[in-house]
């Protein structure tokens, strides 16, 4: 099976997982994109969504899915969303799409995490992927030598040759270099850090489960 197909495999194994009635929170990305697609075929049955991302909030106005702003709703039964990278522990990297604040708020909000990835994301020890953190623009310079001291690289995400900018209308520093042990006090340590907006490790809000495509079908892991 192609990458294509995996994500479209997960993306339908995730429907089971949706309220019927509720309002579901989606987040970003390709996979996502596969999980909107099957959405679809059930938006009678939901409420609405509560979405992390312009361009998901996009996706789900199109196919007819009414999109709450996330203050409007006091808590979200689940959140479905992929993972850059994901360990054994059901903590993950995210932020490759440049949406993890957001992503991270809809996760904080809801009471379940369903991640919904291909097998090439389970890794034993994360970091291979760059740890993306989004940051105040004037802080990114000392937060890049933040990232060296502790071994890392950080590198300011351009498009263009110029700095991409959020949603939230802030910076990307991508951080290469590091392998993350211990998420939990990694991320703790770093949303410490004075200008930085969010991290991209999910420990705190890590997945509650993660829907694994493979050749031979969904692998359902429980954390």
């Not at 992503?103 to 291909?118: G, N, Y």
């Not at 310079?141 to 110029?162: E, Y």
């Amino acid at each position: 099976m192609t990458q294509d197909e995996l994500k479209a495999l997960v993306g339908q194994a995730a429907l089971r997982y949706v309220e019927p009635g509720g309002i579901v929170g989606v987040g970003t990305g390709s996979t996502v994109n596969k999980f909107i697609e099957a959405l679809a075929a059930m938006k009678d049955q939901v409420r609405g969504a509560v979405s992390s991302s312009v361009a998901s909030t996009e996706r789900l106005k199109a196919i007819g899915i009414p999109v709450f702003d996330a203050n409007e709703v006091e808590e979200l039964a689940v959140y479905i969303d992929g993972a850059d990278e994901i360990d054994g522990g059901g903590h993950m990297i995210k932020g490759g799409g440049a949406a993890l604040t957001r992503e991270k708020i809809v996760a904080a909000q809801s009471r379940r995490f369903v991640c919904i990835a291909d097998e090439s994301k389970l890794v034993p020890v994360l970091g291979n992927f760059p740890v993306p953190v989004e940051v105040i623009p004037m802080a990114a310079a000392r937060i890049t030598r933040q990232f060296a001291a502790m071994g890392g690289q950080a590198r300011l995400r351009l498009k263009d040759g110029v700095p991409i900018v959020t949603d939230n209308g802030q910076h990307l520093l991508d951080v290469s270099g590091l392998k993350i042990a211990q998420p939990l006090a990694f991320e703790s340590e770093v949303n410490q850090w004075p200008g930085v907006v969010t991290v991209g490790v999910f420990a705190h809000q890590k997945a509650s489960v993660c829907l694994l495509g493979t050749p031979s079908g969904v692998r359902t892991l429980d954390f």
